[in-house]
């Protein structure tokens, strides 16, 4: 893997959230209909739509990588490169008309995240994270900024978001809670934009649970590169077969506090 290879995965992920943005804002607060998949979560028309043209640009591009979707299942999964695509991160807020919504798209090499964007279509706004370099924010006035996640000196402090309370098992909701009470404040809804804004130095921790590759794969490359630390709830590196729980911070101290008390009996 070299620089130009790199530049090269880099533009053809741009071109994916370039193509998929006017899509979904094309469907975005028109009161779509959707369905209930086997795990209770919805998709819409335009989770799939957008599924599919991606799946086609990297078909056109890069057609010896493997690819893992939400909504279509895998292909070459064992390949040396495979992308990990969530076409609408936040289904429920998107068909809610909530903003937070965002398309994340990231590169795997040999299991490992070495690239990540999250793009948020209708706050104009994307992050772009490359393992070894400082990631980069689109929108608000910046264009290609560097970003920097804050220090915070303790949990007591600490600004905490997660999507739902819903995503935990009743063992998983327990070791919430003990986080939960610990901060100086929670908030949930926040979806895949809670990760952004640990990147932009705007909050400080997220934990969540149930989650899949697609869900956080992305994030692992955007939270480290602007400084932060993110993990499972053991502390292990994020990768294509991690368990699904999620710690993102953006202090170091604020990680280990976390997973000290994700442990604790």
Not at 142 to 171: H, I, W
Not at 237 to 251: C, F, Q, W, Y
């Amino acid at each position: 893997m070299n620089a130009n290879s790199i530049a090269r995965f880099v533009d053809i992920a741009i071109k994916m959230v370039d193509s998929s943005g006017p899509v979904i804002l094309d469907y975005f607060r028109k009161n779509l209909p959707f369905e209930k998949k086997d795990d209770q979560s919805p998709v819409t028309q335009a989770d799939q739509e957008v599924e599919t043209l991606l799946l086609n640009i990297l078909d056109r591009e890069l057609p010896e990588h493997g690819v893992l979707g939400e909504e279509y299942g895998s292909k070459g999964i064992e390949e040396e490169y495979v992308w990990v695509i969530d076409p609408i991160d936040g289904t429920r807020a998107f068909i809610n008309g909530i903003p937070l919504f965002g398309t994340l798209i990231a590169l795997t090499h040999n299991g490992i995240p070495i690239l990540g964007v999250i793009d948020h279509p209708a706050l104009g706004e994307r992050w772009l994270g490359i393992d070894g370099a400082p990631t980069l924010h689109w929108g608000r006035g910046n264009s290609g900024s560097p970003v920097k996640t804050r220090a915070c000196q303790s949990l007591s402090s600490a600004m905490l978001c997660s999507t739902s309370p819903d995503m935990f098992s009743e063992e998983e909701k327990n070791k919430f809670d003990r986080i939960s009470k610990a901060v100086c404040d929670t908030r949930f809804g926040t979806d895949c934009y809670a990760y952004s804004m640990i990147a932009s130095g705007q909050t400080d921790l997220v934990v969540e649970a149930g989650m899949y590759p697609y869900d956080y794969l992305a994030h692992a490359v955007i939270v480290t590169g602007a400084g932060g630390v993110i993990s499972d709830w053991q502390g292990k590196p994020l990768n294509l077969k991690s368990t699904g729980t999620v710690v993102a911070a953006g202090d170091q101290k604020i990680h280990t506090e976390t997973l000290k008390l994700l442990s604790a009996l």
